[in-house]
């Protein structure tokens, strides 16, 4: 589903996502940054993922269309090769609390402490 509405909360570092039927999503840059589509994250194939640490303070610096289906978005740590489809976003924000959970999952069995920072 195609969002009407994108915004770029900086000082938050949320993107919200408006949708026509009347679904909102407000999702972490970081969150974005760590499910990233791009094989840098993702891998290959399944079980090639990798953890993504020390993103607590990515912001997102610029948002750039890619034709009629996705947009691009460029991270303050310089990774910018993530497409994000309109479906995948929609996902992203649906599935909000269990993939977050699952991030924080991982990063504690992979001994890695997540700094919270305030906004």
Same mark, same amino acid.
């Given at each position: ?7 770029l ?11 026509e ?11 974005? @940054? ?12 399944p079980g ?12 997102? !610096? ?17 990774h ?8 995948l ?5 649906d599935?909000?609390? !269990?993939?977050w ?5 991982r ?7 997540? @700094?919270?920072?305030?906004?």
């Amino acid at each position: 589903m195609r969002p009407t509405e994108i915004q770029l909360h900086k000082k938050s570092r949320i993107l919200e996502l408006a949708y026509e039927d009347g679904t909102r999503h407000k999702l972490p840059c970081e969150y974005l @940054r760590v499910y990233s589509p791009s094989a840098e994250v993702q891998g290959h194939g399944p079980g090639q993922e990798t953890l993504q640490i020390g993103k607590e303070e990515v912001e997102i !610096e610029a948002i750039e269309p890619v034709g009629n289906y996705a947009i691009k978005l460029v991270f303050s740590d310089t990774h910018d090769t993530g497409i994000y489809d309109w479906d995948l976003l929609y996902e992203l924000g649906d599935k909000y609390e !269990e993939k977050w959970a699952d991030y924080l999952r991982r990063l504690e069995e992979a001994g890695h402490k997540r @700094r919270e920072i305030a906004n």
